[in-house]
């Protein structure tokens, strides 16, 4: 056991972690913070996508050792100081961006991360940043309308179907 | 999981003393090794992350003017920190998996794994990149030795790597879409001196150089130079995802197409 100290969506936690403990365990089983999801567990799909300092991560495919010192951001953390919707979390909800909501939290995160990067996405870009977040419900076409919603841009021109 | 002890030592030298100890493995960015872990290919008893060691992270030039990347580097910070002295490179790390895979996953990872479908090879040997562990440097030509094989010794880290920067280089990728990796990759370099081709993904030897193409490029550097050439489906892999014939025609494809693109 080691003693991890991070600050996760802006509160400081500490706690003992098993060598192995991977950080998406650590957020849902020791914080209980289920909205960070495991749909593959071999860093294939993106539910787990949390920011470890502001960049995007599976956290699936990292031990909760390596983010002592971090600043970590989850799903949980997204909302609005009112607890209303941010701007994505609003979009994918109008846009329908989101069917059985298992993949929302890490496309959500990994969409944040984009528009911290690039704030105002070309369709393309959206689909190639979204390489690495898998979804099986909606065909993809209402996240990224969704997405490119968020970041302020017309979206009539983008068919329904 | 099963059980194991995880360390983070802040220094090159404290890093290779605690790898001494018996069943001590590097832990890079944990792309490829944690997947590992978990699938039980591997099962070492402590983990020494290398990501906390400042003297390995960075891009720089040398004096002499090659591109020098610490091996705990990220391919995101690649992507970034190369794109004004080597293109060709920042756009072959900005491809490799998705953004997170890419915020995660280092050079000497990559390179220390030896995919044989990893893209990383294919710019190390396309460029005569020297390899530069705790206690030697290895030139390219001499450090891939077949898939997942390398001259590193056991316990031995790679810290950076230096890379010769070409007049001009492009890396074309046929992305196997399921995994992101390449089906087939193919870094060309040209040089004052000549023309440098290797191939990742194709060959069961892992990544190689295609010497009849860098002959011919020499003389013209330019897609039609490849006219006369073909690959040999002998010894290319062969799986679900494509014939060893289909691998050897990708080769002169993606061949001509980086030529035409660098
Ligand atoms: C979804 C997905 C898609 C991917 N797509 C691609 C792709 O398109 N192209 C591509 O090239 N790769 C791809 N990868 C692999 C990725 O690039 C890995 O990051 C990389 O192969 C391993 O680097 P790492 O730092 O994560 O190493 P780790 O996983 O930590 O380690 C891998 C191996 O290298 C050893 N090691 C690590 N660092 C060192 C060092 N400095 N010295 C000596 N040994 C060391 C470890 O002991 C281990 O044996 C993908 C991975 C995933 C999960
Ligand atoms: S659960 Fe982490 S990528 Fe699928
Ligand atoms: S909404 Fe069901 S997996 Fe994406």
Redesign the pocket.
Same mark, same amino acid.
């Given at each position: 056991m080691a003693s991890v100290t991070m600050q996760v969506n802006g509160k400081s936690v500490s706690k003992d972690v098993e060598g192995r403990t991977l950080l998406v365990d650590f957020l849902r089983n020791d914080l209980r913070l289920t909205g960070t999801h495991v749909g593959c567990d071999t860093s294939q799909c993106g539910a787990c996508v949390v920011h470890v300092n502001g960049q995007s991560v599976k956290a699936c495919a990292m031990f909760a050792i390596e983010a002592d010192g971090a600043e970590v951001a989850t799903i949980e953390g997204q909302a609005n100081a009112d607890g209303s919707l941010n701007v994505i979390q609003q979009a994918f909800q109008d846009h329908h961006g989101?069917? @059985?909501?298992?993949? *929302?939290p890490g496309m959500v995160m990994t969409a944040a991360a984009l528009l911290k990067e690039n704030p105002k996405p070309s369709e393309a870009e959206v689909r190639s940043y979204l390489e690495g977040n898998i @979804?099986? @419900? *909606?065909g993809y076409h209402n996240i990224v309308k969704a997405i490119m919603a968020a970041s302020g841009q017309d979206v009539a021109a983008i068919a329904a179907e | 999981m099963y059980a194991f002890d995880i360390e983070r030592p802040s220094s090159i030298k404290d890093a290779v003393a605690a790898l001494q100890s018996e069943g001590a493995q590097a832990l890079g960015g944990g792309q490829t090794l944690i997947p590992t872990l978990k699938a039980r290919l591997a099962a070492p008893e402590v983990l020494i992350s290398l990501t906390g060691i400042s003297e390995m992270q960075g891009v720089c030039l040398s004096d002499e003017g090659a591109l020098c990347i610490g091996a705990g580097t990220t391919h995101a910070t690649v992507a970034r920190e190369a794109a004004v002295h080597f293109p060709g490179l920042a756009a072959l790390a900005s491809h490799i998996g998705d953004p997170a895979v890419r915020n995660r996953g280092t050079i000497g990872g990559s390179l220390a794994n030896n995919d044989p479908a990893a893209c990383y090879p294919a710019a190390a040997l396309g460029t005569g990149a020297t390899i530069i562990t705790d206690k030697r440097k290895i030139a390219a030509d001499d450090y891939f030795q077949g898939m997942f094989t390398t001259a590193l010794d056991e316990g031995e880290i790679i810290t950076e790597v230096r890379f010769p920067i070409p007049e001009k280089s492009h890396y074309m990728k046929f992305v196997q879409p399921a995994s992101r990796f390449a089906l087939v990759g193919v870094f060309v370099a040209k040089y004052a001196d000549g023309v440098r081709v290797a191939v990742t993904g194709a060959s069961e030897e892992g990544v190689f150089r295609w010497h009849d193409a860098e002959t011919a490029l020499a003389d013209d550097f330019n897609a039609r130079s490849l006219d006369g050439l073909s690959v040999a489906a002998d010894g290319m892999i062969g799986d679900l995802h494509g014939s060893p014939e289909y691998r050897a025609h990708l080769v002169k494809v993606m061949t001509g197409r980086a030529v035409t693109a660098a």
């Open positions: 989101l069917q @059985c909501g298992f993949c *929302t @979804c099986r @419900c *909606t | -």
